[in-house]
């Protein structure tokens, strides 16, 4: 599962060779740990004429995360982070000052630095130039993501109309978008839907005093979840079948959270899951629907049981879960009733489409489809749903695809290289935190800007 042409043209004779061919370089990623600073330097927010006071308001946050803010482009600083204030923006023309100043500090950017665009989203009832504007913040900033080096990523916040850039959302948001738990999530624009939401007592443990339930945990993506899900401050249920028995008790004791044996295609499965975890835990706050296969094959060539296979495990397991567990909560204390999350993963390639995968992307189209219709069942609690979708990932699935498919696969994003499955799940444990309550029903990719797909 290493990517030894990773390693190659970052080290010694190697590296000095592919620079020579004109090959593709991809950078090491900075990945977070405890203690690193939200930015890998110095803040420069910019921002358009009339968004100053948004712009004073992200500042004054940034300075209270410790970090050295700038508000105007020097030519010799090195900048760890641009932030690009876009929220008050009415014609495109609003764009050019913010933007070109941005442009004269990109080539100093720190290696693995960041760009963020806070702006509003364009919507039909717009005048003709302020949607020319927001849907315009959308094409520079993907088109910039693809234009940044060295491990550097671009992402966009679009703040909902009457949603303040200080809402939870939004600052938690920007956060994740500066640090380096959002390495592989490039060229992505998050939507804030609402001011709902809280902001952590303890960045460092957003889901203190949590419960949390994993499914497909004992290896790949799910324990990487599970560990994550830990060291922000949540208890962990770990979910997988009985055959990933001992790797499953690994990964659960390695977090002190409990281990539970299951297929959750069981028609009981959501009964088992809320009774080991009330009479363990006493709550449940937080799903994450993680457990997933591939049976892949052309469509022509599709045998009904890796139709059924799939889409059984991947999408109606969890809609036979959500309504059994959205039933309980309207009868038993301590589940899903205190501001709960639900997270689904689901696929670029229920975005995008991939050749061989019909039912893998039917399901994980499904579950994309589900998260939406699934949100606003719990915002009576202040809760949501969401979905990540990453793109090619580092795990035991993707070591199974044909080296040179492999290969290509992991340089079609503008990062060149795969995400580990640590990527996925700092996305997850953002969707799941209190600072998250405002994002509904959204699919968050996590794909290093895969060139396949919106
Ligand atoms: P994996 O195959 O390494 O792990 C999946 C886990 O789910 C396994 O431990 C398996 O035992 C468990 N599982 C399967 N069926 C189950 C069932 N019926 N009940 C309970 N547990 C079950 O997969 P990986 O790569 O870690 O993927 C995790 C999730 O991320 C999946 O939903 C997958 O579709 C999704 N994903 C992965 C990508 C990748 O590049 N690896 C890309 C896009 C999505």
Known sequence: ????????????????????????RPAPLRRYRAGDPVAPGPVLVLHDAASTADADVVAETLVGWDLDVRRHAASADRYGAVVLVLTGATHPDDLSAPVLEAAGTLRGLAPAGRVVTLSRPASDGDAPAVAAARQGVDGLLRSLAKELRGGATGNGIVVADGVGVDAPSAIGALRFFLSSRSAFVDGQLLGVDSAAGALPGDWDAPLAGRVAVVTGAA???GASIVATLARDGATVVAVDVPAAGEGLARVANSVRGSALQLDITAPDAAERILEHTLARHGRLDVVVHNAGITRDKLLANMKPDRWDSVLAVNIAAQLRMNEALLAAREVRPGVLDDAPRIVSLASTSGIAGNRGQTNYAASKGGVIGMVRATAPLLADGGGTANAVAPGFIETEMTARIPAVTRQVARRLNSLQQGGLPVDVAEAVAFLAAPQAGGVVGRTLRVCGQNMVGA
């Open 1 to 24: 599962m290493t990517d030894t042409y990773l390693t190659l043209v970052n080290t010694g004779v190697t590296k000095a060779l592919a620079k020579k061919l004109g090959l593709p």
């Open 219 to 221: 290896r790949g993506i």
